[in-house]
């Protein structure tokens, strides 16, 4: 089960009503960060990956080179920077409603 912290976003702290990401934005905005990460979905269990300031051009490079497709889930594909300047401190991290995973032997 993914988990995403959005309260060190501009979404979050904004006072005007910025509307929140889908669940498809968000499929997406994660797919992006772990391919520029070089990152598998497992890689998650231990960690997790940011939108930042610093990466959100690779981001939407990604999304524009890498996930065309996908780019269809943001409403405006040509505000695509803009909207992900709004998410920038955004978390996405695994959890087990489990638990952690047990500790290797």
Known sequence: MLQYDLSETKLFASNTALKAPSEAE??????????IHEAAYSDLRGGE?????????????????????????FEVVTLLRKRLQHLVGMRVRSVSPLGPPPAPQ
């Open 26 to 35: 968000m499929f997406v905005i994660t797919a992006a960060l772990l391919l």
């Open 49 to 73: 990956v940011a939108l930042t300031a610093a990466n959100v051009d690779a981001v939407a490079g990604c999304i524009e080179q890498r996930l065309p497709e996908f780019a269809r889930d």
